[in-house]
């Protein structure tokens, strides 16, 4: 089965005079949906975008696995177990929040930030926090996130190239650029398609450009 959630129905949050838009795909903080709180391990996917100067001052996590892919500008992240590092393009970040964490998520750059955050929930909770930054994620290489059952493939498609969404109990594909056909779907950026027991299915990038796609491929959740 195949849900096809648009980037226009998202709930718009953050603060915009604040230089914080955000665009969230499921129900989050003052937006609670009780028909839409999670989809296998995922509990939010967050579009933010931040201006320079922008940020989120330190706030606290726990029972998550956070994991941000920036898309354009460069992410500084600090945390309570004294962690700091810049993200940028091609990085995937991760934060295990476990039992729980602080940190701040700042554009401490002079251009515009554009950051898609996914949030898993864990198999167990608690534990202690831990924190990774791969740099340069190949999309031949998944990220395995084992503290919640999912792996996430990157997925850069040149026009009218197709590539596999893994059999699994739930897939989420979200598209982060360009065009995409799914099983008959047509999904453009912000787009997001939600898979159940997917088996045998592509996703092909449309003829006139290239695409980038997050896949998650996950056993665990409902």
């Known amino acids: 089965m195949i849900d ?7 709930y718009r949050g953050g603060e915009p005079g604040a230089g914080i838009e955000t665009f969230h795909a499921f129900s989050f903080g003052p937006h609670y949906d009780p028909d839409n709180l999670r989809f296998g391990a995922v509990l939010a996917c967050n579009e933010e975008r931040l201006a320079p100067g922008a940020g989120f001052d330190e706030h606290p996590h726990s029972h998550t696995e956070i994991v941000t892919w920036v898309v354009e500008g460069e992410l ?10 810049t993200v940028g393009p091609g990085d995937v970040q991760h934060l295990s929040a476990a039992g729980g964490v602080r940190h701040v998520e700042r554009n401490d750059g002079e251009g515009p930030l554009v950051f898609v955050q996914m949030w898993l929930s864990p198999l167990s909770p608690g534990g202690d926090p831990a924190y990774e930054v791969v740099h340069g994620i190949a999309d031949s290489t998944p990220y395995a996130v084992p ?6 493939h990157v997925r850069r498609l040149a026009a009218g190239e197709r590539t596999a969404i893994p059999d699994a109990p739930f897939a989420y594909v979200h ?9 008959g779907e047509t999904l453009t950026p912000g787009d997001a398609a939600r898979i159940t027991a997917a088996e045998g299915l592509e996703a092909v990038a449309n003829g006139k450009g290239a695409a980038e796609l997050l896949v998650w491929e996950m056993t665990n959740g409902r």
């Open 175 to 183: 598209v982060v650029r360009g065009e995409v056909h799914v099983s």
């Open 76 to 85: 500084t992240h600090r945390d309570s177990t004294g962690h700091e590092s």
């Open 4 to 10: 096809v959630r648009r980037s226009g129905d998202r």
């Open 147 to 152: 503290a919640a059952g999912a792996l996430l």
